[in-house]
């Protein structure tokens, strides 16, 4: 049986729709989410950052445990390579600390301090 012949006779099905929105929240909307074309996209931005974090995150703890590996094997013993991925891994969150969660420059001028320029991105994600 097709829904066609489930149908009441004489009753129309109800549409449900979302309430007219306001035009003023709908310019509001539209203007938060739109961005200068000659900037780069805040998603590509974001996905940027983060592929960068990640690739952080796995190339230390890769490049000295690989420095750990090849020690153990020069000089015959072992450990090196645990001492290598854990300091690998520091190196890194300190990187990604160093590099996103602060900012290398004071917030303002202040040439009686000796600073001539204000904070400034220091990564190339965030230009």
Known sequence: MNALARRTPG???RLVTKADADPQRVRAVSERYAHDPSRPNPTAQADAMG?????YLITGPLLFGAIGWGIDRWLGVTGFVAVGIVAGMGLSLYTIWLRYGTSQAPPHDDPEQGSTTAAQPHNEEIQ
């Open 11 to 13: 009753r129309t099905p």
């Open 51 to 55: 592929s960068t974090v990640l690739a």
